[in-house]
């Protein structure tokens, strides 16, 4: 009885979390009545809620939602009917819009710079845990939290992005020889202190996660600080069409092993997967405005949703909509992709392999590009999209 009790509870959450959102079966009927003169970008319901589900089942710890790799409320809320009740955040609109949003919802700043009044707002949302990775920033969030007693602080690490195909590791982080005097001084004004690091985004290495805790467990043994908390961060691959990563639970079972070899078992454990938890939900969908010999202009580009083909060259599953149905050509040919805007750095990093026949009025969908699709695009030039709906059954991806 208890379990029908929870079933039903579920579904009237994800109900209400896709109220208001237009719901099709399928991209090619979503295409047709949309009309839309911008990009559309489609969620799957059921693939966000079956990620969720891996998650929060299988990391051995809390699973925080980096919010920033797709915002958009009806996935937040998606994710929240999943079960999903801690997210990291980044800025004070994250905060003030999930605290809106999500009032029961814990909110962890692990951005290792922040403005004044941006730590000093969180506090008074009700954050307590907040990243940091020098002095300085120490020395900030005790201020602008009126040296607060409940605080629980995070020493930002920087580790090996050995694996990773989007480093991360040049910006923010204390090194490890940095650590010990760190953390030392967080120990005198938090209620509880840990570790928190990154091993970059898109890692295809397990051992990436495994190494990054044997080597601070080094660390924390020979200074003698004694932490209760420890975040691996984001990271987590998805399976793109020149990256296939090892199945997620091989990282969930090589850190669990990691957490327990290195004395970490009993502290309180964190992650925050972006890309890997909404990945797979999205895909949009982009129009062909005009062909000219092997170039394409497209209705969205380096400034919106194709941030990542634009910057990093990266390429995601695609298909060729025509006419309201998936076009299958027999042949393909490689084309030179440009976005909508007049600025000519609007093109894609690489050349993409489409239907040798494809035309003006046809639709590209890039699939598993729910995270930093929706999220990256601009309003420069005024091309960008709001056009979100939700699909019930996600294709089948090859």
């Not at 957490?259 to 895909?283: H, S, T, W, Y």
């Not at 062909?288 to 969205?300: A, I, K």
């Not at 149905?325 to 027999?330: A, E, K, T």
Request: proline residues 4%; aromatic residues 10%.
């Amino acid at each position: 009885m208890q379990l029908l009790q929870d079933y039903e509870g579920y579904v009237a959450e994800r109900e209400q979390a896709l109220a208001g959102l237009r719901r099709y079966e399928n991209e090619a009927t979503a295409l047709e009545i949309e009309q839309s003169n911008d990009a559309v970008h489609f969620l799957y319901i059921d693939t966000v809620t079956e990620a969720a589900s891996k998650f929060l089942t299988g990391f051995p710890g809390k699973c925080l939602y980096a919010a920033k790799a797709n915002p958009h409320p009806a996935l937040l809320r998606l994710l929240w009917a999943a079960g999903v009740r801690n997210f990291e955040v980044a800025s004070i609109r994250e905060i003030e819009t999930l605290r809106r949003d999500f009032p029961l919802a814990t909110l962890y700043f692990m951005h290792p710079v922040k403005s004044r009044q941006a730590i000093k707002r969180a506090y008074e949302l009700g954050v307590r845990h907040f990243a940091f990775d020098s002095q300085d920033e120490l020395r900030k969030i005790r201020q602008e939290t009126g040296h607060a007693e409940d605080l629980k602080l995070m020493l930002r690490l920087s580790v090996s992005q050995v694996g990773a195909a989007y480093p991360l590791d040049s910006k923010f982080g204390a090194t490890l020889m940095e650590a010990p005097l760190l953390l030392a001084h967080a120990q005198q004004i938090a209620e509880k202190i840990g570790v928190t690091f990154h091993v970059g985004s898109q890692c295809l290495e397990v051992e990436a996660y495994t190494n990054a805790l044997y080597n601070i467990a080094n660390m924390l043994d020979g200074c003698g600080v004694k932490i209760d908390m420890i975040d691996v961060g984001g990271g987590f691959p998805v399976s793109y069409p020149d990256m296939e990563p090892a199945p997620l639970q091989e990282y969930f079972d090589a850190i669990e092993k990691a957490l327990q070899d290195c004395g970490f078992g009993d502290l309180e454990v964190f992650c925050e997967p972006g890309r890997a938890l909404v990945a797979a939900g999205g895909a949009v969908a982009v129009r062909v405005e005009l062909r000219r010999g092997q170039s394409l202009y497209l209705n969205d580009g380096y400034y919106g949703a194709l941030f990542d083909l634009g910057q990093l060259g990266w390429r995601y599953p695609v298909e060729l909509y025509r006419a309201g149905r998936l076009h299958v050509p027999s042949e393909n040919s490689l084309f030179q992709l440009y976005g909508p805007t007049c600025d000519s750095v609007d093109k894609m990093k690489e050349h993409l392999a489409l239907p040798d026949d494809v035309c003006e009025g046809d639709w590209i969908i890039f699939r598993h590009l729910g995270a930093y699709g929706y999220a990256m695009q601009t309003k420069f030039n005024g091309f960008y999209s709001e056009t979100m709906v939700a699909i019930e059954q996600a294709a089948e991806v090859a």
